[in-house]
Nanobody, 119 residues
C-alpha cells in the first residue's frame, strides 16, 4: 500500500503565502506524476498543478504565476508553494500520486489539508 500525508494548510489573509507538502510512503518502487487537486464547498474537485518524474509541470489557469509545484524524489515528496493567495483559493487540497509498487501501478490520494484565505 501507499500512504500520502499532506501538511501545511491553514488560515491566511488574502495576499499571503502557504507551502503545502505531501509525503509518500509504503512499498514504492518509483513515483511517476504527482498532482495537487482542490475541492471547494459545493464544487467539483479540480486539478491545480501536476509534475512528472522528470520535473515537467502543468498548472490550472487560475493559479498560473502564483503557485509553484516541485518535488524531491529522494524524499518521495511533492510541494505546492502558494503565493498571492485569494479568497477563491479556499478549499481542501489533496495530493495524488501515480506509483509503481510491488502490487503494480497505483493511484493514491492523501487525506486532504484545509486552506482558508480570508479577505
Amino acid at each position: 500500500q501507499v500512504q500520502l500525508v499532506e501538511s501545511g494548510g491553514g488560515l491566511v489573509q488574502a495576499g499571503g503565502s502557504l507551502r503545502l507538502s505531501c509525503a509518500a510512503s509504503g512499498s514504492i518502487f518509483s513515483i511517476n506524476a504527482m498532482e495537487w487537486y482542490r475541492q471547494a464547498p459545493g464544487k467539483q474537485r479540480e486539478l491545480v498543478a501536476a509534475i512528472t518524474s522528470g520535473g515537467s509541470t502543468n498548472y490550472a489557469d487560475s493559479v498560473k504565476g502564483r503557485f509553484t509545484i516541485s518535488r524531491d524524489n529522494s524524499k518521495n515528496t511533492v510541494y505546492l508553494q502558494m503565493n498571492s493567495l485569494k479568497p477563491e483559493d479556499t478549499a481542501v487540497y489533496y495530493c495524488r500520486a501515480n506509483t509503481k509498487t510491488s502490487y503494480g501501478s497505483m493511484l493514491s490520494w492523501g487525506q486532504g489539508t484545509q486552506v482558508t484565505v480570508s479577505s
